[in-house]
Every structure is written in structure tokens, then in C-alpha cells.
């Protein structure tokens, strides 16, 4: 896998900033959002999923900015985008031009990056400068927030660390809801790209492993989640790959015992995709 390295402009130094925190004004506590974000061409077309976006969109407080964890950056280390605007990322093969087409200019959130970088302790977190929005971030924050006003920067995962790690790294970030800054935590909890159906009905283990993550969500019991493998087979054909379930880890780790937990584009695509949806508030 060709994971992206990141290089820091020679003479740029994070103290020449100062303590971007309290520059900062807290605002009220933003909500968490894990988003299923499926086949890129849901972006473009008419379908349900996008109609949820939509909705979802219309819903929420307008953020000062958000913070994307998107299961197509994968790296060695953790990174944040420093990229102002950022671009957009067209990361797939073989789709119409109109998918190639599609642009999401919003502008970056720098500030925000950098304070990121300085508030989280538990790791190294380096500063990007060439990685932009990709498809799990614009697919579905472009149907959410259309107008492309917000500023967003994308925190890279580290594909060398196990959940666990993912999971306790999520809670250094959570100072940045206080902050006005939404957190999209973008994959799927059952991706089986192998097993896709065009037509027909959804598997029994895409069923039955989308159900068990509902309910430990529900019953708030996060470590049966993090350590999804013990479910045996049917984790294995949901999650043959953890980069989409990776996501997850960050809106477990970032929830806060008060939060309210409801669901939306709890639905199946292509037989083997669960497009579940979270919502923490």
C-alpha cells in the first residue's frame, strides 16, 4: 500500500505561532458524526444516501470548521492538512468524467491544524502539506454543507496501529468540539469490496455484524468494538480490511457520556456495504 509521507517546508516552526488554544473562543459542544460513505458515485447521483446527507446538513450547527478522519488517508505517523485551499482529491479508478469533474473549493483550516498539533501529547502529529480532501471526505461533506464556506482539514490515520491506539488517540481531540469544530469520522462499518452484488440482498454476516456494532453503540460498550476480530467469521467478511472500520475508533474514543446517540442511512448498498451513521450530540 503506497501510504502518504508528508514534508514540512524548511523554516516554518509550530512556536513561531504562539498558543493558538486561546485565541480560540469555546463555543457550545459539537456533535460527533461517524458517516458510511460507500461508493463515490452516491455523491453525484439521486439515491437515499445522499438525501440523508442532505438532511443532515440542513440539521446541524454550522461549524466554525471541521475535522475530517477519513479511512482513504492512510499513513505512516499521524498528519494533519496545512493545504489552504485544499484539494479536491479524485482517489478511484474507472468512473464516469462527471465524478472526475466534481470540485469541493472549500477553503482549509489551518489554525485549526496547528492547534491541533499542539493540544495532542500522546503522539507526534506532522504537519501536510499535499494531501487535500479526498473522496471520503468531499463525497459527503459536499452534499452536507454544499456551499463549501467551512473551513476542513483531515487528520491522516496511521495505518501501522492496531484500534486501540486509534481509540485513545480520539480523546486528545476532544477539545476541538468545545472549539466549533465538527468531527467526520468517514468509512463503513462493514466494507467488503471483493463481495460487492449489483443486484440481490444483502449477506447474513453483513447483517448480523452490522447489528452487533449497533448494539454495543447502543449499549455504549466500546471494547467489544475495538476488538471487533473476537466476533470471529462474520467480522473477517465485514471487515477483510480495517481502513473503513479505523474511522469508527475516533467517534468512540471522541464520545462523551452525555452524548445522545441516534442513527441515520442505516441501510445496505451493493450487498456487502453497511452505510450506517452516527450521530453524537
Given at each position: 500500500?503506497?501510504?502518504s509521507?508528508?514534508?514540512?517546508?524548511?523554516?516554518?516552526?509550530l512556536?513561531?505561532?504562539?498558543?493558538?488554544?486561546?485565541?480560540?473562543a469555546?463555543?457550545?459542544?459539537m456533535?460527533?458524526?461517524?458517516v458510511?460513505?460507500?461508493?463515490?458515485?452516491?455523491?453525484?447521483t439521486?439515491?437515499v444516501?445522499?438525501?440523508?446527507?442532505?438532511?443532515?446538513?440542513?440539521?446541524?450547527?454550522?461549524?466554525?470548521?471541521?475535522?475530517?478522519?477519513?479511512?482513504?488517508?492512510?499513513?505512516?505517523?499521524?498528519?494533519v492538512?496545512?493545504?489552504?485551499?485544499?484539494?479536491?482529491?479524485?482517489?478511484?479508478g474507472?468512473?464516469?468524467?462527471?465524478l472526475?469533474?466534481?470540485?469541493?473549493?472549500?477553503?482549509?483550516?489551518?489554525?485549526?491544524a496547528?492547534?491541533t498539533?499542539?493540544?495532542v501529547?500522546r503522539v507526534?502529529?506532522?504537519?501536510?502539506?499535499d494531501w487535500?480532501l479526498?473522496?471520503?471526505?468531499?463525497?459527503?461533506?459536499?452534499?452536507?454543507?454544499?456551499?463549501?464556506d467551512?473551513?476542513?482539514f483531515q487528520?491522516?490515520?496511521d495505518a501501522?496501529?492496531?484500534?486501540?491506539?486509534?481509540?485513545?488517540?480520539?480523546?486528545e481531540?476532544?477539545?476541538?468540539?468545545?472549539?466549533?469544530v465538527?468531527?467526520?469520522s468517514s468509512?463503513?462499518?462493514v466494507h467488503?469490496?471483493?463481495?460487492?452484488?449489483?443486484?440481490g440482498?444483502t449477506?447474513?454476516w453483513a447483517?448480523?455484524?452490522?447489528?452487533?456494532?449497533?448494539?454495543?453503540?447502543?449499549a455504549?460498550?466500546?471494547?467489544?468494538?475495538?476488538?471487533?476480530?473476537?466476533?470471529?467469521?462474520?467480522?473477517?467478511?465485514?471487515?477483510?480490511t480495517?481502513?473503513h472500520?479505523l474511522?469508527?475508533?475516533?467517534?468512540l474514543g471522541?464520545?462523551?457520556?452525555?452524548?445522545?446517540?441516534?442513527?441515520?442511512?442505516?441501510?445496505?448498498?451493493?450487498?456487502s456495504?453497511s452505510?450506517?451513521?452516527?450521530?453524537?450530540?
Open positions: 500500500m503506497d501510504w509521507k508528508s514534508v514540512k517546508p524548511a523554516g516554518m516552526r512556536h513561531e505561532f504562539g498558543n493558538l488554544t486561546d485565541t480560540f469555546a463555543t457550545e459542544k456533535p460527533l458524526l461517524f458510511g460513505h460507500g461508493n463515490p458515485m452516491l455523491a453525484i439521486d439515491n444516501f445522499k438525501h440523508g446527507w442532505q438532511e443532515l446538513g440542513r440539521r446541524l450547527p454550522h461549524p466554525k470548521a471541521i475535522l475530517c478522519i477519513s479511512a482513504h488517508w492512510l499513513t505512516r505517523g499521524t498528519f492538512t496545512m493545504a489552504d485551499p485544499p484539494r479536491t482529491i479524485h482517489d478511484f474507472g468512473f464516469p468524467q462527471a472526475y469533474d466534481e470540485q469541493y473549493p472549500a477553503p482549509g483550516a489551518v489554525d485549526y496547528r492547534m498539533i499542539e493540544n501529547k507526534a502529529v506532522h504537519e501536510d502539506y487535500g479526498d473522496h471520503g471526505a468531499w463525497c459527503v461533506l459536499k452534499p452536507m454543507f454544499p456551499e463549501g467551512i473551513p476542513i487528520l491522516s490515520i501501522t496501529q492496531p484500534p486501540q491506539y486509534h481509540y485513545e488517540l480520539a480523546r481531540l476532544a477539545f476541538l468540539r468545545g472549539k466549533g465538527l468531527i467526520v468509512g463503513n462499518v467488503n469490496l471483493r463481495m460487492m452484488r449489483m443486484h440482498s449477506y447474513d447483517v448480523e455484524f452490522d447489528a452487533i456494532v449497533k448494539d454495543k453503540l447502543e455504549h460498550d466500546d471494547q467489544p468494538l475495538i476488538e471487533y476480530q473476537r466476533f470471529g467469521r462474520v467480522a473477517q467478511l465485514a471487515v477483510p480495517n481502513d472500520y474511522p469508527l475508533m475516533y467517534t471522541l464520545r462523551d457520556a452525555s452524548d445522545e446517540l441516534s442513527f441515520f442511512n442505516d441501510e445496505f448498498d451493493l450487498g456495504l452505510m450506517r451513521s452516527v450521530i453524537l450530540k
